[in-house]
């Protein structure tokens, strides 16, 4: 198995010129044991001014479970030609001879580590820092809203662990983000009962519970008039209270849900405090939304 973490190897070691003349040693031999990294590029490429110093960085951070090889195809056009490569800056990687992904253009960092990432699974890298180092690459992929590129990581992640309750978890985060409810939710239905209980899928099913109350949210508008006209109103403020979280306002959510809870705690078998939970167990634990939510609520139960 190859294994990230521990020193990292010389950079001479990790990140080489080659030439045609030394491509079978550094590229088809060395790919017998490491997978490598091919870069084609061009001395007249704008892209790949940018892409070179991108790729160097994210091969370093991998710690020696890749390595670069940058093949200048001005100089190596019999490679580029066998390889087919019509475009610089194109990028394959290579493992045990053979080419296994790739892509053309500058990618942004986090995608350079996603596939980084993932060459290393496939490669059949260490279980724990490549795998750790997929989800982080994955988890800012969804972040930054390339969702499908998240899912594709994800899934890669979860062959190679079926067990790996953060990146079912991030199946599901990305299915709602593409708005198909029902893949996450069978995605969510299909993880192991031995996981069943992670916290990451405990997560995700309270975003796909929020999802799927958005899709029937009132307008915030009409809501947050009716309670205004009549305070007492509970359902009105409930239902304020999802509108609220399906545009975005979490905050005025749980403040909403917090004043229901104020004016009557037992009001339809105490909805609002398990609409309350099911919010704070969609956000990061140490959220301030949730840590303050958590206080107030405490602070009215024990009053």
Same mark, same amino acid.
């Given at each position: 198995?190859?294994?990230?973490?521990?020193?990292?190897?010389?950079?001479?070691?990790?990140?080489?010129?080659?030439?045609?003349?030394?491509?079978?040693?550094?590229?088809?031999?060395?790919?017998?044991?490491?997978?490598v990294?091919?870069?084609?590029?061009?001395?007249w490429?704008?892209?790949?001014?940018?892409?070179?110093?991108?790729?160097?960085?994210?091969?370093?951070?991998?710690?020696?479970?890749?390595?670069?090889?940058?093949?200048?195809?001005?100089?190596?056009?019999?490679?580029?030609?066998?390889?087919?490569?019509?475009?610089?800056?194109?990028v394959?990687?290579?493992?045990?001879g053979?080419?296994?992904?790739?892509?053309?253009?500058?990618?942004?960092?986090?995608?350079?580590?996603?596939?980084?990432?993932?060459?290393?699974?496939?490669?059949?890298?260490?279980?724990?820092?490549?795998?750790?180092?997929?989800?982080?690459?994955?988890?800012?992929?969804?972040? #930054?809203? =390339?969702? !499908?590129?998240?899912?594709?990581?994800?899934? &890669?992640? *979860? $062959?190679?662990?079926? /067990?790996? @309750?953060? +990146?079912?978890?991030?199946?599901?985060?990305?299915?709602?983000?593409?708005?198909?409810?029902?893949?996450?939710?069978a995605?969510?239905?299909?993880?192991?009962? #031995?996981? =069943?209980? !992670?916290?990451?899928?405990?997560?995700?099913? &309270?975003? *796909? $519970?929020?999802?799927? /109350?958005? @899709?029937? +949210?009132?307008?915030?508008?009409?809501?947050?008039a009716?309670?205004?006209?009549?305070?007492?109103?509970?359902?009105?403020?409930?239902?304020?209270?999802?509108?609220?979280?399906?545009?975005?306002?979490?905050?005025?959510?749980?403040?909403?849900? *917090? $004043?229901?809870f104020?004016?009557?705690?037992?009001?339809?078998?105490?909805?609002?405090?398990?609409?309350?939970?099911?919010?704070?167990?969609?956000?990061?634990?140490?959220?301030?939304?949730?840590?303050?939510?958590?206080?107030?609520?405490?602070?009215?139960?024990?009053?």
């Open positions: 198995m190859l294994e990230l973490g521990g020193q990292t190897p010389p950079e001479t070691d990790l990140i080489k010129d080659v030439s045609e003349a030394d491509f079978m040693a550094e590229v088809i031999e060395a790919s017998q044991t490491v997978p990294i091919v870069d084609f590029w061009a001395p490429c704008g892209p790949c001014k940018t892409l070179i110093p991108a790729i160097e960085a994210a091969v370093t951070k991998a710690k020696g479970a890749v390595k670069l090889a940058k093949v200048n195809v001005d100089e190596a056009q019999m490679i580029a030609g066998q390889l087919r490569v019509q475009s610089v800056p194109t394959y990687a290579f493992w045990q053979q080419p296994i992904d790739g892509f053309q253009g500058a990618l942004p960092p986090s995608e350079l580590d996603a596939f980084i990432a993932r060459v290393i699974t496939a490669a059949g890298g260490d279980t724990s820092g490549g795998l750790d180092e997929a989800i982080a690459a994955a988890e800012e992929m969804l972040e #930054e809203g =390339s969702v !499908a590129d998240a899912a594709q990581t994800f899934a &890669a992640i *979860l $062959e190679e662990d079926p /067990q790996n @309750a953060a +990146a079912y978890g991030g199946m599901v985060r990305s299915y709602i983000a593409l708005d198909d409810l029902e893949q996450a939710e995605i969510l239905n299909g993880a192991p009962a #031995e996981i =069943s209980n !992670a916290p990451e899928l405990e997560a995700a099913h &309270a975003q *796909l $519970e929020l999802a799927k /109350q958005a @899709a029937d +949210a009132g307008p915030v508008g009409e809501l947050q009716a309670v205004d006209a009549t305070p007492d109103d509970h359902q009105a403020r409930f239902d304020l209270a999802q509108a609220l979280h399906a545009s975005g306002q979490t905050q005025e959510a749980v403040d909403q849900l *917090l $004043e229901l104020r004016r009557d705690r037992e009001w339809n078998d105490d909805a609002a405090r398990q609409q309350l939970f099911t919010l704070f167990d969609a956000l990061k634990p140490n959220d301030p939304i949730v840590l303050n939510g958590r206080r107030k609520l405490s602070s009215m139960i024990f009053a």
